[in-house]
Structure formats: C-alpha cells, structure tokens
C-alpha cells in the first residue's frame, strides 16, 4: 500500500463539497425546505474520532512495549483503517463546507444560523479524523534503515513500506 497524498485528500475534499452544495440547492428546490444537518451527525463523528484516536494510542502503545508482538494481519487493518479513515474524513469535511457555505449565503432565520454550526462542528470533526488518521497511517509505517540501502531504495520507489519490523 502507498502512503495517502494530501493532494488526494484536498481533491476527495473539494468535490464533496462541490457536491454538498449542490445537494443543499437541490433539495431547497425540489422540497421547499432547508437540508436537514441534526447535530446527532456531530456527535457520530465525534464518536467515531474518540474510536479511532483511541485505537491510534493503543496501537501506538503497543509498538513502543518492548515485549509485545503485533500480528501482522491487525497491522496490516489497522493502516487500511487509517486510510479509509482519512478519505472518509476528507469526504465529510468537504460535504459539510459545502452545505455550511449553502447556508452561509443566508443567514436570516435562526434555523439557518443553527444548521450552519453544526456544520462547522462537522467540518472540524472531518479535519480532526484526517489529522488522526494520517498520525496512525505515519505509525504503521517501517523506519528507513539506513544500513541496507538496497531495500531503501526500493521501499522509496513504492513510496515507503508499511508493517512494522516489530510485527510478527
């Protein structure tokens, strides 16, 4: 697996948000009515970053333990977790902009105002998930040996190696 770009990450970003706003003027057309943001959508991201950031200082703990093993397959799950988490991050932090721009254009009602603050909490939940993600992502990745050049020329080529030499 290759280390997630940001470049990916801002693209993923920007035609959700694209989308997002176009999703909100769509369904004010069509229904008549303000996109629904609950800010139960805030407290789900939240729950799934408290997760993940979790996770990240339990792998994390884990490696550092002197005496621990780590199998490879949970290795290798937790850094696809980690990029699914970060593009998922990326996804929501861009949607949630482009609605929370959708609702910026008018800020009349109090219902407005409300809706674009919970997405604003949806967009700062997104940033962090990605921030996090790409912590786990950098901690499944092997250190660079600098004594055997020939693997670290070829890990270079495949943009870096990601279990780690602790992983049995």
């Known amino acids: 697996m290759r280390p997630t770009r940001p ?4 693209a ?3 035609i959700s948000g694209v989308l ?16 629904p943001v609950p800010w139960t959508t805030v407290l789900t991201l939240v729950v799934i970053v408290a997760g993940l950031l979790i996770w990240t200082l339990y792998f994390r703990a884990k490696l550092r333990n002197e005496g ?3 199998n490879p397959f949970m290795a290798m799950r937790t850094a696809a977790l980690a990029m699914a988490a970060s593009r998922f991050g990326a996804l929501a932090a861009g949607f949630f902009s482009g609605v929370g721009l959708w609702f910026a254009i008018d800020l009349t009602t109090a219902l407005a105002r409300q809706r674009l603050l919970a997405c604003v909490a949806s967009v700062l ?14 901690i499944c990745r092997l250190p660079e040996d600098p004594e055997d050049e020939s693997t670290t020329s070829s890990a270079d080529e495949l943009g870096g190696d990601w279990v780690h030499p602790r992983v049995h």
């Not at 470049?7 to 801002?10: E, G, I, R, T």
């Not at 939940?125 to 950098?138: D, I, N, P, S, T």
């Open 125 to 138: 939940c997104g940033v962090v998930m990605v921030a996090v993600a790409l912590w786990l992502e950098r």
């Open 20 to 35: 997002g706003a176009v999703i909100a003027d769509l369904v004010d057309t069509v229904t008549g009515r303000r996109l």
């Open 7 to 10: 470049a990916v990450l801002l």
């Open 68 to 70: 621990s093993r780590i």
């Open 12 to 14: 993923l970003a920007l």
